[in-house]
Each structure stands twice: as structure tokens, then as C-alpha cells.
């Protein structure tokens, strides 16, 4: 899995609440043999269209501006619904790396530490805040999210602290999924079965 350590990049805003996973993936999608590296092309496809099909200009993804994202500012209860993990394949395949909201569902954020991707939870306004100061220059006005020290905001203002679980942040650092940190403490797992064998051998038996 790849590190997160700190990235500058442009956030588009989601700010719609109760955006859910089958708004972010269509099921049909993950049931139709779509390639885990396409998903992103179909990342919040009902979004972006018009009731008379055309394309919503008011929506990040038919902005040029935003086309190059890798950070995502959202609603409240985002990624609500199923725990459908190809909701954050898609995202991720869209090129995001890290979501900001006032709340996110607590399954789709297990699943995006899993797969990589930083979540963190800021107050509604200030999501607001940063999202009316990207607005007037995407690209100029690029989001810094560093996780070692737990800080966000604009390159050229005041840093922004967020918190994020121990466990979490350190799999994230290291690049490591719940085995690779399970793994982590292979010696300990190997003291342990020791002592536990002389207290229980018959548990060891073949």
C-alpha cells in the first residue's frame, strides 16, 4: 500500500450531505465485471448530469479546474449506505487520496484506511471556509494535508490540526494493511504461543 506522509493538491468540493456509497459507485458497476482500475471512470456518475441528461456545470467533475483532485471536500455523513469497499476503489481510481468532512460514515472509513486513502472529520464551516478559498483558483490555491503532523490548510496560510487514530495514522505513514501490522508484532504473537503452549499443549497438537 502506498505511504501517506504529506500532499499538495487541489481539493474539489463535494459539499452535499449524505452522499452514499451507492451514489459514489453504482452497484451495477462492481456487478458487471468493470475492471478495479476503470472504477474511477464511473465515480459519482449520477451526479453529474442535468434531469434533461446535460452535464452540471456547477458540479466539480465538468470543471476543468478540478480534473487533476487527489483531495476531497464533503458533506456531513459522507459515504453512508452499504459497506461497499468499491466505493473507495472508485475514488481512489479518480485519484483521490484524502477526504475531509464534518462526518463520514464509519464502514466506508475503515475502508479507506484500508485502501490508503486519509480521512479526517473538520468542522462544517471551516470545510466551507476552504472550499470558497480553492473556488477562485483551483490550481493556485492548492490544499496541504500532512499527516505526520496532523495539519491542514493552504501552503501560503495558518495550519489547520486534525486528528486521526494512533493505529490508523501509523498503518498510513508505513504504507500498511491490518496484517502488515499484525505482523508488526510477530514477536510478541511468538512469546505468546510459547507460554500458551506449556499451559496448553494439548490446544498445539497436530
Same mark, same amino acid.
Given at each position: 500500500?502506498?505511504?501517506?506522509?504529506?500532499i499538495?493538491?487541489?481539493?474539489?468540493?463535494l @459539499?452535499?450531505?449524505?452522499v452514499d456509497?451507492?451514489t &459514489?459507485i453504482?452497484?451495477e458497476?462492481?456487478f458487471? *465485471?468493470?475492471p478495479r !482500475?476503470?472504477?474511477g471512470?464511473?465515480c459519482l456518475?449520477?451526479l453529474?448530469?442535468?434531469s434533461?441528461g446535460s452535464?452540471?456545470p456547477?458540479?466539480?467533475?465538468n470543471?476543468?479546474?478540478?480534473?487533476r483532485?487527489?483531495?476531497?471536500?464533503?458533506?456531513?455523513n459522507?459515504?453512508?449506505?452499504?459497506a461497499r469497499?468499491?466505493a473507495v476503489w472508485?475514488?481512489?481510481?479518480?485519484?483521490i487520496?484524502c477526504i475531509?468532512?464534518?462526518s463520514v460514515a464509519d464502514l466506508?472509513a475503515a475502508?479507506c484506511?484500508q485502501?490508503g @486513502?486519509?480521512?479526517?472529520?473538520l468542522?462544517q464551516? &471551516?470545510?466551507?471556509h476552504?472550499a470558497?478559498?480553492v *473556488?477562485?483558483?483551483p !490550481?493556485?490555491?492548492?490544499?496541504?494535508?500532512?499527516?505526520e503532523?496532523?495539519q491542514?490548510?493552504?501552503?501560503d496560510?495558518?495550519?489547520?490540526?486534525?486528528?486521526?487514530?494512533a493505529?490508523r495514522r501509523?498503518?498510513?505513514?508505513?504504507?500498511?494493511?491490518e496484517?502488515?501490522l499484525?505482523?508488526?508484532q510477530?514477536?510478541?504473537?511468538?512469546?505468546?504461543?510459547q507460554r500458551?503452549?506449556?499451559?496448553?499443549?494439548?490446544?498445539?497438537?497436530a
Amino acid at each position: 500500500m502506498q505511504p501517506f506522509t504529506r500532499i499538495q493538491g487541489i481539493a474539489a468540493p463535494l @459539499l452535499r450531505d449524505n452522499v452514499d456509497t451507492d451514489t &459514489i459507485i453504482r452497484v451495477e458497476r462492481l456487478f458487471n *465485471a468493470v475492471p478495479r !482500475a476503470d472504477l474511477g471512470l464511473y465515480c459519482l456518475e449520477s451526479l453529474r448530469h442535468l434531469s434533461d441528461g446535460s452535464p452540471d456545470p456547477e458540479f466539480f467533475q465538468n470543471d476543468l479546474r478540478y480534473q487533476r483532485a487527489s483531495i476531497l471536500l464533503c458533506g456531513r455523513n459522507f459515504g453512508c449506505g452499504s459497506a461497499r469497499e468499491g466505493a473507495v476503489w472508485a475514488l481512489a481510481g479518480m485519484g483521490i487520496r484524502c477526504i475531509i468532512a464534518p462526518s463520514v460514515a464509519d464502514l466506508f472509513a475503515a475502508n479507506c484506511f484500508q485502501n490508503g @486513502l486519509l480521512v479526517f472529520t473538520l468542522d462544517q464551516a &471551516i470545510i466551507e471556509h476552504l472550499a470558497v478559498g480553492v *473556488a477562485a483558483d483551483p !490550481a493556485g490555491r492548492p490544499l496541504v494535508v500532512d499527516l505526520e503532523r496532523c495539519q491542514t490548510g493552504f501552503a501560503d496560510g495558518e495550519p489547520i490540526p486534525f486528528s486521526v487514530a494512533a493505529r490508523r495514522r501509523e498503518a498510513l505513514l508505513e504504507g500498511l494493511d491490518e496484517i502488515d501490522l499484525t505482523l508488526k508484532q510477530q514477536s510478541k504473537i511468538h512469546d505468546f504461543r510459547q507460554r500458551d503452549g506449556e499451559l496448553r499443549p494439548w490446544i498445539y497438537t497436530a
